[in-house]
């Protein structure tokens, strides 16, 4: 689940939507965290999936560091990912991992 201070805008027509902070959220807060609503795909189902399908999560997912594909259930699709982003993966357990998740 993203962070409750953040919304969806129309940034420009070259970039399209981005998530924007609604209120000052301090440095070291953790912005997301994988939550029910999230999806896990695997490589292989993926795969098998339509081409109209494989864009959409090819634009809206990203890839865990097993490998699999993460589709957020909310607006935190639409975060943009930069060299110079102004938010980072952190130490903590907040993405899926195979010992919370049981196997696929």
Known sequence: ????DTELRFISPEIGFG???TKLIPKGTITWTF???DQII???SFEKMDPLQKV?????????HNGDYVLCGDH???VNHSFR????????DCEPGRARHPPR
């Open 76 to 78: 935190a699709r639409f």
């Open 19 to 21: 998530v924007v902070a």
């Open 56 to 64: 959409f999560l090819d634009k809206y997912c990203y890839r865990d």
């Open 35 to 37: 939550d029910s609503l």
């Open 42 to 44: 695997a490589p292989e």
């Open 1 to 4: 689940m993203i962070h409750p």
């Open 85 to 92: 982003s102004s938010c980072m993966s952190t130490a903590y």
